[in-house]
C-alpha cells in the first residue's frame, strides 16, 4: 500500500514540475514553442487527473485495484489538488534555488527560463527510466533548454554543478542518517 500511495505522490510531483517546466518551452526558439503547445495539452490532462475530485477519485481507484491494496483513506479526491498546489510550491523552490546557483556561476540569463529549464530537465530526466537517476539524459536536457539563453559552455557547466549540487543535497543527509543509525544501533548493542 505505502508503494501504491508513493507512486501516486511521484507522479503528481512529476505533473507539477513539467508544469514549471514548460514555461521553457515557449521562451526557447524553434522548434520548442509548439512542443510547449503538446506539452500544455498534456499538462491540462494530467490536471484533470489529479485536481478534479471525481477523476481523481477514479483514477484512485483505478491504480489501487492494478496494483492489488487498499486505497489509504488519507488519499480522498481532494488531495489531488492539494499535493498539486504544495508540490508546486516545492518545484517553484528547486527553481529559485537554481537560478541562485546559475547567478553564483555569474550566468545571466532569464531567471524565470533558467529555472524552468531547471525543472523540466529534472522531469525528463526522470523518467528516462534507463538512466539512473536521469543520469545524462537531465544534464542534456537541461544543456538544450539552457544554451539558447546562456550559450552551450554555460550550459554544459551549470548542468554538471547542478548534478553535483543535488546529489550532495540527497546523498550527504542520507549519508549522515546512516552514520547516526550505526552509532546508535552500536550504543543499543553494548
Known sequence: ????????????????????????????PDPYPSWGIATLGAIVAALALSAVPGVYGRVLGAWFRLARAERPSALTPGKGFEWLTLYLLNWAVYAVAFVLLAWSFGLDGPPWAMGSAFAAAYMLGYVMIFAPAGLGPREGFLIAFLTPHVGPGAAGMIAIAARLWTTAVEVVPAAAFWLLGMVKGSAHDE
Open 1 to 28: 500500500m505505502a508503494t501504491a500511495a508513493a507512486v501516486v505522490g511521484q507522479g503528481v510531483a512529476l505533473v507539477a514540475a513539467a508544469l514549471i517546466g514548460a514555461v521553457v518551452l515557449f521562451a526557447s
